[in-house]
């Protein structure tokens, strides 16, 4: 089954890219097939 896990913050630079890569790394490692998809802008 397919889990998606979104890091939201409107923010900039707060850390958003570094969580999802660690996250990813991590969830590659213990769990296998992970896909990532990073750096949606949102201007205000
Ligand atoms: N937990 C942390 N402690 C200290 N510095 C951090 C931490 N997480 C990220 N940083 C640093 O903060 C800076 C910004 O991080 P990052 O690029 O992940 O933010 P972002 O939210 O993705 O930014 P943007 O909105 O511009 O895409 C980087 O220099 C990163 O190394
Ligand atoms: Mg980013």
Known sequence: MALVIS???MKGG??????TVNL??????NHGKTSVSA??????
Do not use: Q, W
């Not at 750096?39 to 205000?44: A, D, K, Q, R, V």
């Open 39 to 44: 750096g949606f802008g949102c201007p205000n």
């Open 7 to 9: 890091t939201v913050n």
């Open 14 to 19: 707060v850390g958003k890219t570094t969580l």
């Open 24 to 29: 990813a790394t991590c969830l590659a490692k």
